[in-house]
């Protein structure tokens, strides 16, 4: 199956979508079935949108020095000594670990961060 062209919203073959998805149609796509002899036309949609940070991003807000929360389930028990290694300690009223950011930067704990 080919796609011969990938159209953007507001364009000619995609103005029934738009009206139909409105903001949410993302494009518009006509494709090619050779061996069927049909032709396809698809819409991508936005279906779901939530707030979401780049990994790189956590290492641009801390700097070296900041003590950062760093969320570790009760059952990881590898985590938990890896962030006592490195000098964290429990924070048991907010339910997180204090660490200095320098020392996790790079490692799993680093996913962990609570922004």
């Not at 149609?25 to 991508?44: F, G, I, P």
Request: glycine share 8%; aromatic share 6%; with cysteine.
């Amino acid at each position: 199956m080919k796609t011969r062209s990938k159209l953007i919203p507001g364009q000619k073959g995609t103005k029934s979508l738009l009206k139909q998805y409105g903001d949410a149609l993302v494009c518009v796509r006509y494709r090619y079935d050779e061996k069927n002899c049909r032709q396809l036309k698809t819409a991508e949609i936005i279906v779901s949108e939530k707030e979401w940070i780049p990994p790189d991003h956590v290492q641009r807000q801390f700097a070296a020095g900041d003590i950062v929360a760093v969320k570790i389930g009760v059952q990881e028990k590898a985590l938990q000594q890896q962030a006592k290694a490195v000098g964290g300690r429990w924070d048991p009223a907010q339910k997180v670990w204090l660490i200095p950011f320098g020392c996790i930067a790079g490692t799993e704990l680093e996913k962990l961060v609570i922004v």
